[in-house]
Every structure is written in structure tokens, then in C-alpha cells.
Nanobody, 115 residues
């Protein structure tokens, strides 16, 4: 079985930085992409960043220039470097791994940005 374990969330002040990590155990077969989603209270879950097996990245407009997604393919780990954090970034962040056969989700990690 494949399990995703997230870490790196926490409480920071406006302008601070955090790096989220998501490590997948087991072998990932037919990997297509890895990504990060977030969900704030009262809002729907949104795709924040995504990276394909070829290294192509995409971001939601609100985080462009501030967030960077990266991966360590050998370790089946995806990262989200978050700089210049704003209160509106406060949410539960979920990592996601997409394969031809299935989609896997992490347990979520809380990111809180205070003024």
C-alpha cells in the first residue's frame, strides 16, 4: 500500500516561510504528477501547485512568485517552499500523488499565518 505522510506545517507571522514535505511510502507505479492542495474554513479545496514527472510546474495565481514546488523522485517526496506568507494562506494543506491507477492523499497539515 501507498501512504503519504505530511510534515512542516505550523504557525508563522506574515512574511515568514515554511517548507512542507510529503513522503510516500512504498513503490509508486505509473506516477503522473504530485501536487499540493489547500482548504481554508468555509472555502472549497483548491489546487495550489503541481509538478509532473517531467518537471513541469504550475501554480494558482495567488501564490505565484512566493511558493515553489519541488520533488525528490528517488524518495517519492514532494515539497512546497512557502515564502512571503500572508494571512490568506492560512489553511490545511494536503499533498496529492496522481498515478494512472489511483490518486493518493496526505492527512493534511495546518498552516496558520498571523499578522
Amino acid at each position: 500500500q501507498v501512504q503519504l505522510v505530511e510534515s512542516g506545517g505550523g504557525l508563522v507571522q506574515t512574511g515568514g516561510s515554511l517548507r512542507l514535505s510529503c513522503a510516500a511510502s512504498g513503490s509508486i507505479i505509473a506516477l503522473n504528477a504530485m501536487g499540493w492542495y489547500r482548504q481554508a474554513p468555509g472555502k472549497q479545496r483548491e489546487l495550489v501547485a503541481r509538478i509532473t514527472t517531467g518537471g513541469s510546474t504550475s501554480y494558482v495565481d495567488s501564490v505565484k512568485g512566493r511558493f515553489t514546488i519541488s520533488r525528490d523522485t528517488a524518495k517519492n517526496t514532494v515539497y512546497l517552499q512557502m515564502n512571503g506568507l500572508k494571512p490568506e494562506d492560512t489553511a490545511v494543506y494536503y499533498c496529492n500523488i496522481q498515478t494512472t491507477w489511483y490518486v493518493y492523499w496526505g492527512q493534511g497539515t495546518q498552516v496558520t499565518v498571523s499578522s
